[in-house]
């Protein structure tokens, strides 16, 4: 079973990018589909990026499009979120979640079943 830890949140201005890290335990991590999403104060949880196991396949919302990047280093059991040109909207606790699949790279929570247990962003205007 994969168990993942975030790590790279914190307070930032407007404008200026940050990196999110989720380290993954086990021996299969290219087995797994990563994804980001990320939950608002008051708001439903939201779907940033995804990639597929291998990392050749990648899918964002349209709301971070352009702005953030989402990679995966198999040796390293990590995937990151690359996230530049943050806006106060991006404010949120972001998680890391893992399925295990060879295909694709879903964008429904419903997809995945093994979550981290988030990392806080703020962005400050």
């Known amino acids: 079973q994969v168990q993942l830890v975030e790590s790279g949140g914190g307070l930032v201005q407007a404008g200026v990018s940050l990196t999110l890290s989720c380290a993954a335990s086990?021996?299969?991590?290219?087995?797994?589909?990563m994804a980001w999403f990320r939950q608002a104060p008051g708001k439903e949880r939201e779907f940033v990026a995804a990639?597929?196991?291998?990392?050749?396949?990648?899918y964002y919302a349209d709301t971070v499009k352009g702005r953030f990047t989402i990679s995966r280093d198999n040796a390293k059991n990590t995937v990151y979120l690359q996230m530049n040109s943050l806006k106060p909207e991006d404010t949120a606790v972001y998680c890391c979640a893992a399925t295990f699949t060879t295909f694709g790279a879903p964008s429904s929570s419903n997809a995945y079943s093994i979550w981290g247990q988030g990392t806080q962003v703020t962005v400050s205007s």
């Open positions: 990639t597929s196991g291998g990392g050749s396949i990648t």
């Open positions: 086990g021996r299969t991590f290219r087995n797994y589909a």
